[in-house]
């Protein structure tokens, strides 16, 4: 079935590092990706998808391409900040299944002043 | 616009009791989505809706169960409640796309 494999946490930066968290997937077909950010004491909010190979999502500065022949989604971004402190979560969707998202188990993310 | 309203926000409940959750989804969205979050791990589904009808189960005891109302609010029942149910319980809607899921706050439940 289908699956997401993502880098276990904690992961500790210090401002203005580079972020990379890492993310594979299991699936048939073509199924599309996400990243969520989880901020303390709230829900799940969207960061950014791609639905096809080769895609790129972005948003406030955090990066992931759709890559097939490996299939990973990592995320990137060039220069945390201490309110990106959050979990994130890897997640994808089958074609046939759009509305049940499979989520990766979540990577906490710290960064210090 | 309002995004995914839940009720309550929390809630405490003993082993056996039964409890009911509230979501009312973004205006104009027929889909809505259930998921359990376990302290430390990801969101695992429950179940969607669609038009009021179900549309996926994920796999989770017959005490849990759901329904659709039809201005697409959505209800999540638990029975005969279990330590283990304890959870962060998320609702997500979605348009007729279903393309993306839109999550809101969640229900934190105890079980004591």
């Known amino acids: 079935g289908n699956s997401v494999t993502q880098m276990e946490g904690p992961v500790t930066l210090s401002e203005e590092a580079f972020l990379t968290i890492n993310c594979t997937y299991t699936?048939?077909?073509?199924?599309?990706l996400f990243w969520y950010v989880q901020y303390p004491g709230e829900g799940l909010q969207l960061l950014l998808k791609?639905?096809?190979?080769?895609d790129k999502g972005s948003n406030k500065g955090f990066e992931a391409t759709y890559r097939k022949e490996t299939t990973s989604f990592h995320l990137e971004k060039g220069s945390v900040q201490v309110s990106d402190s959050a979990v994130y979560f890897c997640?994808?969707?089958?074609?046939?299944?759009?509305?049940?998202?499979?989520f990766g188990s979540g990577t906490r993310l710290s960064i210090r002043p | 616009d309002a995004g995914v309203t839940q009720s309550p926000t929390h809630l405490i409940k003993t082993r056996g009791q039964q409890v009911t959750l509230r979501c009312s989804p973004i205006?104009?969205?027929?889909?809505v989505s259930w998921y359990q979050q376990v302290l430390g791990q990801g969101p695992q589904f429950i179940f969607q809706y669609y038009e009021k009808e179900e549309r996926g189960r994920g796999n989770f005891p017959d005490r849990f169960s759901a329904r659709q109302f039809p201005n697409y609010s959505s209800e999540l029942n638990v029975n005969a409640l279990l330590l283990g149910d304890s959870a962060l319980y998320l609702c997500?809607?979605?348009?007729?796309?279903?393309?993306?899921?839109?999550f809101g706050p969640g229900t934190r439940l105890l079980v004591l």
């Open positions: 997500a809607s979605s348009g007729d796309s279903q393309e993306t899921q839109y």
């Open positions: 205006s104009g969205h027929k889909s």
């Open positions: 699936a048939t077909g073509y199924p599309s």
């Open positions: 997640a994808l969707a089958g074609y046939s299944s759009a509305s049940k998202i499979i």
């Open positions: 791609a639905t096809k190979a080769d």
